[in-house]
């Protein structure tokens, strides 16, 4: 169930700990601390590049399955679908970058918990 909960947290990008404040203040830039239970973010230095794997794992598996699939098909000509994956690679991972720090964080969240976590049966 734990489990659940913070995978939501984190689609929603919301604060992994209480659920309640948001993550990211614009597009790039993430809040320092949640506004509402005070959870600091970034709990190191370097602690997000984690994300980086997230994102480009997600983006090379998604790739990987598709344009194989297209091309033995034969839903597009050879270069158009070099052109699409050339799109999808370049966009993709800039749209899912907030959705891989979030998830970063989550899994930060579920495997190391901090103190005050609400609404999962821990520390309530």
Same mark, same amino acid.
């Given at each position: @169930? $734990?489990?659940?909960? &913070?995978?939501?947290?984190?689609?929603? +990008?919301?604060?992994? #700990?209480? /659920?309640? /404040?948001?993550?990211?203040?614009?597009?790039?830039? @993430?809040?320092?601390?949640?506004?509402?239970? /005070? =959870?600091?973010?970034?709990?190191?230095?370097?602690?997000? +590049?984690?994300?980086?794997? #997230?994102?480009?794992?997600? *983006? %090379? +598996?998604?790739? %990987? &399955? =598709?344009?194989?699939?297209? @091309?033995?098909?034969?839903?597009?000509?050879?270069?158009?679908? #070099?052109?699409? *994956?050339? =799109?999808?690679? !370049? +966009?993709?991972?800039?749209?899912?970058?907030?959705? %891989?720090? %979030?998830?970063?964080? /989550?899994?930060?969240?579920?495997?190391?918990? $901090?103190?005050?976590? !609400?609404? *999962?049966?821990?520390?309530?």
């Amino acid at each position: @169930m $734990r489990y659940w909960i &913070i995978l939501g947290r984190s689609l929603r +990008l919301r604060c992994p #700990v209480c /659920g309640r /404040g948001k993550l990211f203040r614009d597009w790039l830039s @993430m809040h320092p601390n949640c506004q509402h239970c /005070g =959870a600091k973010f970034e709990r190191e230095p370097g602690f997000f +590049l984690g994300s980086i794997y #997230v994102n480009y794992g997600l *983006t %090379a +598996l998604v790739v %990987a &399955i =598709a344009y194989p699939l297209l @091309m033995f098909n034969r839903v597009l000509s050879h270069e158009a679908l #070099v052109g699409v *994956t050339l =799109a999808f690679v !370049v +966009l993709f991972p800039l749209w899912f970058f907030r959705y %891989a720090r %979030a998830l970063w964080l /989550g899994f930060d969240q579920y495997w190391d918990p $901090r103190p005050g976590e !609400v609404g *999962t049966g821990k520390g309530e």
